[in-house]
T-cell receptor, first 115, second 112 residues
C-alpha cells in the first residue's frame, strides 16, 4: 500500500506570493491533517479535514487555508507569503474509524523557502 | 504558549544503555499522549501512545510512563540502538477532539 505522498517536495517562493501544496493520503484514509514544522516551534497543527469538511483548526492566520476533495486528497494554500512561513509542511492521514487520530501516517513533507 | 514542552533539545546515549526522553504538559484537558520518531527528510513515525487512564504502556523496547499529577510523561528506550538516533516528538490530544499538539522535539543520538 502506498504511503502518504506530498508534492512538491521543495519549493522556493518570494514574499507576497501564494503557494499551494498537495497531499494524497493512504488509500482508504479519510482524515487528512496538516502541520508546520519549524526549528523554533516544532510541529504545529494547522488544520484537519474529514470527508471534505474542515473538522479542526489550529491557531494560524487566515492566510493559511485548505480543502479536501471527494477522493480525500487535500491541498493547503498559503497566500501573501511571509519570510516566517519558511518551514517544512507535513501532511498526515488516518483511517479515523474511532474518531481519534491515534495513528497518523505522515508524508515526507514539502519544504518551503520564502525569500 | 507552549502547552507541550520537551525541555531537552538533545540527548546522547551509549548503545545498550537506557534512553529517557521527557515531556511536560500544562493542560489537564489532554487525555491521550503519543510519541513520534522523525528521521531527516522523512515525516514523523508513530511509536507508542498512552491514554490518561493508564500510567504505563510498553511495546518492545519502548515504554511510556505517564504521571498525571505532575503532568509529565517519559519515553524509555531499552536497550538503545544506533538506529534509534532521530528526533523524538511527544504529542497530546485534547479531550474529545482530534487535534494533536506537539512538543518541540528532542534529538537523540545513540553512539557505539
Amino acid at each position: 500500500k502506498a504511503g502518504v505522498t506530498q508534492t512538491p517536495r521543495y519549493l522556493i517562493k518570494t514574499r507576497g506570493q501564494q503557494v499551494t501544496l498537495s497531499c494524497s493520503p493512504i488509500s482508504g484514509h479519510r482524515s487528512v491533517s496538516w502541520y508546520q514544522q519549524t526549528p523554533g516551534q516544532g510541529l504545529q497543527f494547522l488544520f484537519e479535514y474529514f470527508s471534505e469538511t474542515q473538522r479542526n483548526k489550529g491557531n494560524f492566520p487566515g492566510r493559511f487555508s485548505g480543502r479536501q476533495f471527494s477522493n480525500s486528497r487535500s491541498e493547503m494554500n498559503v497566500s501573501t507569503l511571509e519570510l516566517g512561513d519558511s518551514a517544512l509542511y507535513l501532511c498526515a492521514s488516518s483511517l479515523d474509524t474511532s474518531g481519534r487520530q491515534e495513528t497518523q501516517y505522515f508524508g515526507p513533507g514539502t519544504r518551503l523557502l520564502v525569500l | 504558549d507552549q502547552q507541550v514542552k520537551q525541555n531537552s533539545p538533545s540527548l546522547s546515549v551509549q548503545e545498550g544503555r537506557i534512553s529517557i526522553l521527557n515531556c511536560d504538559y500544562t493542560n489537564s484537558m489532554f487525555d491521550y499522549f503519543l510519541w513520534y520518531k522523525k528521521y531527516p527528510a522523512e515525516g514523523p513515525t508513530f511509536l507508542i501512545s498512552i491514554s490518561s487512564i493508564k500510567d504505563k504502556n510498553e511495546d518492545g523496547r519502548f515504554t511510556v510512563f505517564l504521571n498525571k499529577s505532575a503532568k509529565h510523561l517519559s519515553l524509555h528506550i531499552v536497550p538503545s540502538q544506533p538506529g534509534d538516533s532521530a528526533v523524538y516528538f511527544c504529542a497530546a490530544i485534547y479531550y474529545n477532539t482530534d487535534k494533536l499538539i506537539f512538543g518541540t522535539g528532542t534529538r537523540l543520538q545513540v553512539f557505539p
